[in-house]
């Protein structure tokens, strides 16, 4: 089925969840492109901030570099404010946000404001030593500043410590939480996320938004 084929009669939200180099960014641009969403990335977002040198980026900068979490707060001020500027009729796909349960309830409190509701979760699984591996090579080529191990090793235990604890509290309300094996060639793991979100999207309507 092609993505023009999945009769959308309403937009969704999604997320996608997955410790530091397990290929959320890399997934998220082809979900975008197969489930027709708007990817929104609040690392890249920051990232962008921190470039322009705006009071915000500056405020990132430090903490990013150090690998822990930007403040709940400026967060969920980021993401409402995109969320409010992104029309009712398109989908959105959120990759980075929520990492910790104070934002995942600041995300409740939005969707339903808006009247939205969040269809899926899919979590990408990637044992330590690949994740270890391709965030280190990717330091060698693209000089992220926290790309360095000892962020590499902050990120993996604020990811364990904070954002894991997410994806029970989407769970236990009912939310679709889609496990994906993240190992392997970018292609083949993009077929897993699809063929799951195939699945989930098609599964029940009612319980999609779709
Ligand atoms: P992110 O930009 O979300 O950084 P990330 O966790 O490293 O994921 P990314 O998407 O970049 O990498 P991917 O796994 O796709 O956040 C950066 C920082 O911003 C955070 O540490 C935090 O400080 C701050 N931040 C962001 N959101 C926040 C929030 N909500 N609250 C607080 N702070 C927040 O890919 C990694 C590498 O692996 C790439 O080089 C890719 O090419 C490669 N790769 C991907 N899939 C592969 C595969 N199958 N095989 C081989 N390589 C693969």
């Known amino acids: 089925m092609e993505a023009a084929q999945l009769a959308y009669s309403a937009a969704v939200i999604g997320l996608i969840f997955g410790p530091p180099g397990s ?8 979900i975008q492109q197969e489930f027709d969403m708007t990817h ?53 796909l959120l990759d980075g946000f929520p990492r910790t349960l104070v934002q995942a309830k600041a995300l409740d409190a939005m ?19 690949v994740l ?10 693209e000089g992220r500043a926290d790309d360095t191990r000892e962020a590499i090793m902050e990120r993996m235990h604020e990811y364990h410590r904070r954002t894991e604890p997410v994806l029970e509290h989407f769970r236990s309300r009912g939310v679709p939480v889609v496990q994906i094996d993240g190992r ?9 996320v699809r063929d799951a979100l195939r699945r989930v999207l098609g599964r029940s309507p009612a319980n999609t938004g779709l």
């Open 132 to 141: 270890v591996d391709r965030l280190l090579h990717r330091a060698q080529v």
């Open 40 to 92: 929104l990335s609040t690392g890249e977002i920051l990232r962008k901030e921190v470039e322009r040198g705006s009071e915000i980026g500056q405020e990132a900068a430090r903490i990013m570099a150090a690998g822990d979490l930007v403040t709940d707060e400026l967060m969920d001020r980021i993401v409402q404010g995109r969320l409010e500027r992104t029309g009712s009729g398109v989908s959105v």
């Open 111 to 129: 969707v339903d404001r808006l009247g939205r509701k969040v269809a899926f979760v899919v979590a990408l699984d990637v044992p330590e030593t």
């Open 184 to 192: 392997g060639e970018v292609g083949e793991v993009f077929e897993r």
């Open 23 to 30: 290929g959320k960014g890399t997934q998220a641009v082809r």
